[in-house]
């Protein structure tokens, strides 16, 4: 089997829903990929921020191991001592509330955003403010609630009750409240849309509109969360809560999962029958996430985080001075984003061919997010593949 075989399967038998490069990941370890031919690459965007403690941690390998011989899957009419666990661990790393299961970000989304209505619906109040070029997951509601119009073109008619303000602009939100609004959502840091970090005051802002107006605040940290902004969450680097936290992409190490954790005064909007979710919270799956929150507190990731992230930062500031199209590198945690004056494409696909996997977003931003455990070494080999492409589209 070689890439092409692959390839031609996909044209064959698989939607084309994604635009894809021709690379064939067969194996992979912490921060390192092999493709079926054998040839290996550095990951600094593992799995779209899946593999967050790196790929195939070896603690959450082996707790699916020992969890797949015991009990994959029970229906949520029972109890699991694992999917208790996980509940409690997320709660004690948080803000003391409760947690609902998902298997994927957008429904992560979709659980509070049913809290929020549910919320408000004896008082008439369902509509949510999301931000533009925010980025909220693909199901009808979360096509409506991204403020980007590219992912809701043909999807027509949409859900009501979204309006789209401005991110990281107070006043927007102020403009916006109307006696209908029930909820805010948004990341505090925009990933898909070009590594915008919400400030300080905004978010401050926005906890003290929410309070004043009873507004559930919903944090939409699904690729944020499990450590990646340098805190096991990033509302932790603000000195505020949500009310609603959701959680996704790394929090399975790889397995698929979501959460929706809500505070102490929304945990118990959600009544028997109001919402549910088959798979949601197997044991399988809980004992995954367990050992990824186990291996970040043993191996001190969040203190690895914090260091490599700012090793990392005086690397590529050294790039934006070497490099006239490098304009700006923006970072909370290891959620890096490097702005360009020219289109990205061609630079992370020649990364890829010199063994160096990154993403590009919003056309010009390269999002750069190597997993908990990186090392220097790694950031190093990294940079050096940077600077060698960055040199060759100096003329572009
Ligand atoms: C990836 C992502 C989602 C959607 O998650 P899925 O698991 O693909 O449904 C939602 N919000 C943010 C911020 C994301 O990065």
């Not at 102020?174 to 919400?198: H, R």
């Not at 929410?210 to 699904?222: A, N, S, T, Y």
């Not at 690729?223 to 603000?238: E, V």
């Not at 399975?252 to 959600?270: D, W």
């Amino acid at each position: 089997m070689n890439t092409g075989r692959v390839v031609s399967m996909y044209d064959k038998y698989i939607m084309d829903t994604y635009k894809r490069v021709p690379l064939c990941i067969e194996k992979a370890k912490g921060a390192r990929v092999w493709d079926i031919e054998g040839k290996v690459y550095l990951d600094f965007f593992p799995g779209w921020a899946v593999s967050g403690i790196g790929h195939c941690h070896p603690e959450v390998a082996a707790a699916i191991k020992k969890q797949a011989k015991k009990l994959l899957h029970v229906s949520n009419n029972y109890y699991s001592r694992l999917q208790g666990k996980l509940a409690e661990t997320i709660i004690n790393n948080s803000f003391p509330g409760k947690v609902f299961f998902a298997n994927s970000g957008a429904e992560a989304n979709e659980a509070a955003l049913k809290l929020a209505r549910k919320y408000g619906h004896e008082k008439g109040r369902f509509e949510t403010i999301t931000c533009l070029k925010s980025f909220h997951g693909r199901t009808l509601g979360m096509i409506t609630a991204t403020g980007q119009e590219k992912v809701k073109m043909g999807f027509e008619p949409l859900p009501q009750g979204f309006v789209h303000v401005p991110f990281n602009d107070i006043e927007a939100v102020e403009k916006a409240i109307t006696d209908k609004t029930i909820a805010i959502m948004l990341e505090p840091v925009q990933c898909e849309g070009g590594i915008n970090i919400a400030s300080p005051g905004y978010l401050k802002g926005l906890r003290a509109l929410c309070d004043e107006k009873d507004i559930v605040l919903i944090f939409d940290e699904v690729q944020t969360g499990m450590g990646r902004s340098g805190r096991m969450f990033a509302f932790q680097n603000y000195g505020i809560r949500p009310d609603v936290m959701t959680l996704a992409k790394a929090l399975g190490g790889g397995l698929p999962i979501g959460a929706c954790v809500a505070r102490e005064k929304f945990q118990a909007v959600l009544t028997p029958g109001t919402h549910a979710s088959t798979f949601g919270g197997s044991p399988i799956v809980s004992a995954a996430a367990l050992a990824v929150f186990d291996a970040i507190k043993k191996e001190k990731l969040l203190e690895n985080a914090n260091k490599m992230a700012a090793y990392l930062k005086t690397k590529l500031e050294a790039l934006r001075e070497k490099h006239y199209f490098v304009k700006e590198v923006r970072n909370l945690g290891l959620i890096i984003g490097v702005e360009l004056s020219i289109k990205g494409e061609a630079i992370y696909k020649e990364c890829m061919e010199e063994g160096l996997l990154i993403n590009c977003t919003q056309d010009t931003v390269l999002r750069i997010m190597p997993p908990l455990t990186v090392t220097k070494k790694e950031i190093d080999t990294a940079i050096a593949i940077l600077d060698k492409v960055f040199g060759k589209n100096e003329g572009a």
